[in-house]
């Protein structure tokens, strides 16, 4: 066990726990912010993607003794009342279906926004990785240039 100093969301955390322990699971059962996922447990699926300094993480494989300083941002950080463009264009577009995906998706698409904020079609292909088992992607594509003020078409399914 050691004794870290994290701020998460803007807030500091003080937590004893193994160096080696996923970030994931520190944020989840530590310190009880559930909004990000688990899914695959071998960052594939990106369902537990946060910002690490503003980078997408997939936070299931990420030791926490990692974070160092650096600031981290889950999805009940993004923004303070889910008004962030993305959020509401993730409503607008009604991109979830089962909505397990989703916070690890907008995180990701917050990520590509923030280095990119006005990303062509192939950019955004080539940044979301993240899986979504309701194959919701055209929906995700389509927000994702809307908060951005893309024009680009993308049909939906």
């Known amino acids: 066990m050691a004794a870290f100093s994290l701020t998460i969301n803007n807030k500091k955390h003080n ?5 080696k322990m996923p970030l994931l699971w ?15 447990g071998i960052a594939q699926c990106g369902a537990c993607t946060v910002h690490v300094a503003d980078a997408a993480v997939r936070s299931c494989m990420y030791p926490v003794e990692n974070v160092g300083t650096q600031k981290v941002t889950t999805i009940e ?6 008004d962030h463009p993305l959020q509401l264009a993730w409503e607008e577009v009604d991109v979830p279906q089962c909505g ?10 917050a990520a590509l926004l923030k280095s990119n904020p006005s990303p062509s079609e192939n950019d955004v292909h080539n940044a979301m990785t993240n899986i979504c088992r ?19 078409t993308i049909p939906n399914p």
């Open 15 to 19: 937590v004893d726990v193994d160096p």
């Open 77 to 82: 950080g993004l923004s303070e009342k889910g």
């Open 134 to 152: 309701c194959a919701t992607y055209n929906r995700i594509k389509k927000a994702i240039n809307q908060a951005a003020g893309n024009k680009i």
């Open 26 to 40: 520190v944020i989840r059962d530590v310190l009880g912010l559930t909004g990000t996922k688990y899914g695959c």
């Open 100 to 109: 397990y995906c989703q916070s690890g998706q907008i995180m990701a698409a």
